[in-house]
């Protein structure tokens, strides 16, 4: 049975392409995928999480804002019932040059398991879901 995960661009972000690469790559890969698409509210993404009796959230951010659009958002999961959900962020999620590993712990911080910076092949993340489904 292939898991479900359910994907999209968070905040006002309009960063489409990438978000469908992944999406492409995910269902390749054997997962059931439901892609929210682009401007995707925290609310949207656990409504279709609770929905699609989903095994994971992956979340894209590439135009900075990702800090801001994500602070609550583990707290919401864990409010709706889904605090077990691995939750996965990737993408250029703060403004400006900063050390991956700061920005990474900053998302760690907010809930996130799994944090990537940009340029993570899909691959990656893939065998990293994998992996966590599997534990």
Same mark, same amino acid.
């Given at each position: 049975?292939?898991?479900? !995960?359910?994907?999209?661009?968070?905040?006002?972000? !309009? $960063? /489409?392409?990438? *978000?469908?690469?992944?999406?492409?790559?995910?269902?390749? /890969?054997?997962?059931?995928?439901? *892609?929210?698409?682009?401007?995707?509210?925290?609310?949207?993404?656990?409504?279709? /999480?609770?929905?699609?009796?989903?095994?994971?959230?992956?979340?894209?951010?590439?135009?900075? $804002?990702?800090?801001?659009?994500?602070?609550?958002?583990?707290?919401?999961?864990?409010? /709706?019932?889904?605090?077990?959900?691995?939750?996965?962020?990737?993408? *250029?999620?703060?403004?400006?040059?900063?050390?991956?590993?700061?920005?990474?712990?900053?998302?760690?911080?907010l809930g996130f398991?799994?944090?990537?910076?940009?340029?993570?092949?899909?691959?990656?993340?893939?065998?990293?879901?994998?992996?966590?489904?599997?534990?």
């Amino acid at each position: 049975m292939s898991k479900t !995960v359910i994907m999209g661009v968070i905040g006002a972000d !309009v $960063h /489409a392409v990438g *978000n469908r690469i992944l999406e492409y790559a995910f269902s390749e /890969a054997g997962f059931k995928v439901i *892609n929210l698409g682009v401007m995707v509210a925290q609310e949207e993404y656990i409504k279709a /999480a609770i929905e699609a009796d989903a095994d994971a959230i992956l979340v894209s951010s590439l135009y900075g $804002h990702g800090e801001l659009d994500c602070q609550g958002f583990k707290e919401k999961c864990i409010e /709706a019932g889904l605090g077990d959900l691995p939750l996965y962020i990737g993408g *250029n999620l703060v403004v400006g040059k900063q050390d991956f590993e700061d920005v990474k712990q900053k998302f760690i911080d907010l809930g996130f398991d799994r944090v990537y910076p940009p340029g993570t092949l899909p691959a990656t993340s893939i065998e990293d879901l994998k992996k966590d489904l599997e534990a």
